[in-house]
């Protein structure tokens, strides 16, 4: 971003405040549907193009092409609302000037996402809009007549099926007020209270650092709800602890990457595909809460095996003292919780997540004044610093959903995602499984280059629709596209949280990339729990099958320790290989059966544990081999 000081500051600072302002607004008096979004996007021009700068290194000229570009940016605004009716209703024949604006306003959004999102991002736009365009040139099933550009621009600029569509629905609705809450948060302090009480119960073992460094991104990400920004939060602190540990770079960086995406599915605060599946299956925000926690404590149980085995495999030093006990803790900063109880208090009740995180922000506003260091009082002035900061927080969320609703409008234009939906139910011949990996395997390759709410906007546009279709309901198809949009953080060869870890501890980013790939394997199975099968959908707590669930309970727990063994290649000792493939393969058979009248169900478990029991009793009396511990490797 770029460095502003005098008076562009201070303009700049009175727009950041106005874009808060505007969600704070819409968030109590009902706003017409196309002013509010219009007016959000209006902001974001208005602000995006001077923050982040054409090149690097900006001088007079670049801030003169900057203020242009937002200023034809909002511009391309005030014509859609100088005679809204009428506007709206030539979207399907649009005016001369109603084309050109809506022309330089898709240009100048694909511009801001090459600025703030990245290049890839922008490619992945222009390709959408080339296929809206030139429909007719590509090849089989994916091809249609292609459209006009005036009827591409008319659907994108002028109806609530483009740029103005669900994904920025989302941004000025619901994302804007909790990432200016959690940013709130963060400048009151509350940072400092989850890092001491990770440190104060994570205890004095040769697996507390590794369990400190999951807990601290769990309880921090949670209010964050953004990986790379827990991940960068965590780094700093963690990485000085892990490595009195024994962790090398790669691996600390790797763990707290992990735990980092954690942060994205923790409710209350997930990231905004979160709002989004909310929206595209018109639930309550309180629903899709209930829906994660199970498929989220189920993640962090994968990655806590894996921190348990390999601290016994390495011998790990505990770490030292902090001094503070978990009560102390929570006497001194306990206050930082009040605001989060608020909030998940109003959600339960069905009261709007608009209302429920205003509220929040009105309790972290009060409760700050309770920190005995005055530095974390939320004071008029450190509030305007404080929605600055979030409002900066913002930009990039929001120009990533406005670009967003560019992707969506091209399926809803050209039924894209019923031509991707039938040529994956014609690739898996309608057999469930098949879909499943599919659904994953196009997550993949799509979040190899595209952040996570974006691989979240296309998988489910794209793999949603042919899941139903072979027999999952479809909640949970949203949530496995969710799941396997987040998990595509971390895969390697591209992932943004471990890279920026790896920058802290001076690792390797592939590297990083694959230890956090092995710290998360286990959760690649977690979506295949609550899919598979009849007992895993209970996971969702959607209905009230007590049996189902706790069945679901010991397999999935069973599957996840199975695996976690099976990749450290160590329990009470170290495995052959033979045992390790036992325990992965038993492990991805019970993800897809259940342990419930099933003999294909049972064996894995009982194969399993038989393995298990096997390495305890070999080790009992032998004594425990552990490998010395590497560190450069």
């Known amino acids: 971003m770029r460095e502003m000081k005098g008076v562009s500051a201070w303009i700049m600072g009175v727009l950041y405040v106005a874009f808060v302002g505007w969600s704070l607004y819409g968030a109590v008096t009902p706003i017409e549907t196309y002013i509010f979004r219009m007016v959000h996007v209006g902001f974001i021009f208005a602000l995006a193009f001077p923050a982040y700068p054409l090149l690097k290194k900006s001088g007079p000229k670049g801030w003169i092409i900057d203020l242009v570009v937002a200023a034809l940016g909002v511009a391309t605004i005030v014509w859609a609302l100088t005679d809204m009716d009428q506007f709206i209703r030539r979207s399907t024949l649009p005016d001369p000037p109603d084309f050109y604006f809506g022309l330089i306003a898709i240009l100048l959004l694909a511009e801001l996402s090459r600025r703030v999102v990245g290049m890839t991002f922008t490619l992945v736009l222009v390709g959408f809009f080339l296929y809206c365009w030139l429909g007719q040139f590509f090849p089989g099933p994916l091809a249609h007549r292609g459209y006009e550009l005036d009827r591409i621009v008319g659907h994108m600029y002028m109806t609530l ?35 001491e009480l990770s440190l104060a119960v994570m205890g004095r073992h040769a697996a507390s650092a590794g369990r400190g460094a999951i807990i601290t991104t769990a309880l921090l990400g949670g209010p964050q709800g953004s990986g790379v920004a827990t991940t960068m939060s965590v780094t700093p602190v963690m990485w000085p602890i892990l490595k009195k540990a024994g962790y090398n770079p790669n691996m600390a960086a790797g763990l707290i990457a992990a735990g980092g995406i954690g942060a994205v599915i923790s409710p209350p605060l997930m990231g905004a595909a979160a709002f989004l599946i909310m929206q595209f299956l018109n639930v309550a925000f309180w629903d899709v809460v209930i829906m994660v926690i199970v498929p989220t404590l189920l993640y962090y149980v994968g990655t806590f095996f894996i921190v348990e085995l390999e601290a016994r495999k390495h011998n790990f030093t505990p770490p030292e003292s902090s001094g503070k006990s978990a009560g102390q803790v929570m006497r001194t900063r306990g206050h930082h919780l009040i605001s989060l109880v608020v909030l998940v208090a109003l959600l339960g009740i069905g009261r709007s997540p608009q209302s429920s995180a205003i509220w929040a922000i009105v309790a972290v506003i009060a409760t700050s004044f309770l920190s005995k260091d005055r530095s974390e009082w939320l004071t008029p002035k450190r509030i305007i610093q404080a929605s600055i900061e979030g409002a900066q927080n913002m930009i990039p969320v929001a ?200 003999l294909l169900g049972i064996l894995p478990l009982v194969i399993g544990a038989l393995v298990v029991i096997r390495n305890i009793l070999k080790y009992k009396t032998t004594g425990t081999m552990r490998p010395s511990n590497l560190m450069p490797g």
């Open 161 to 195: 099926e483009g740029m103005f569509g669900v994904p920025l629905s989302v941004s000025v609705s619901f994302v804007t007020l909790f990432v200016v809450y959690g940013t709130f948060m963060d400048v009151a302090g509350a940072g400092t209270f989850w890092l």
């Open 399 to 598: 120009v990533l959903l406005a670009g967003a609703g560019i992707i969506v409008g091209t399926f809803t234009l050209t039924g894209l995602g019923l031509k991707v939906s039938g040529l994956i139910m014609s690739l898996s011949g309608g057999i469930p499984i098949a879909a499943l990996f599919l659904a994953l395997l196009a997550s993949m390759i799509i979040g190899l280059s595209l952040p996570i709410t974006a691989t979240y906007i296309m998988t489910v546009v794209m793999v949603a629709p042919a899941l139903v279709k072979v027999g999952l309901p479809m909640h949970v198809a949203h949530l496995l596209a969710f799941y396997f949009a987040v998990l595509s953080e971390v895969s390697p060869p591209v992932g943004l949280s471990p890279s920026a870890a790896a920058a802290v501890t001076g690792g390797n980013p592939f590297g990083a990339m694959m230890q956090a790939w092995k710290y998360s394997l286990p959760a690649f199975l977690v979506p295949f729990l609550f899919s598979a099968t009849t007992d895993g959908a209970n996971l969702l707590i959607l209905d009230a099958n007590l049996i189902g669930f706790i069945i679901a309970i010991v397999n999935s727990s069973a599957s996840l320790f199975y695996l976690s063994v099976g990749i450290v290649a160590f329990l009470r000792g170290p495995l052959v290989l033979w045992e390790r493939a036992v325990l992965i393969v038993a492990a991805i058979i019970m993800a897809f059966t259940s342990i419930r009248f099933s």
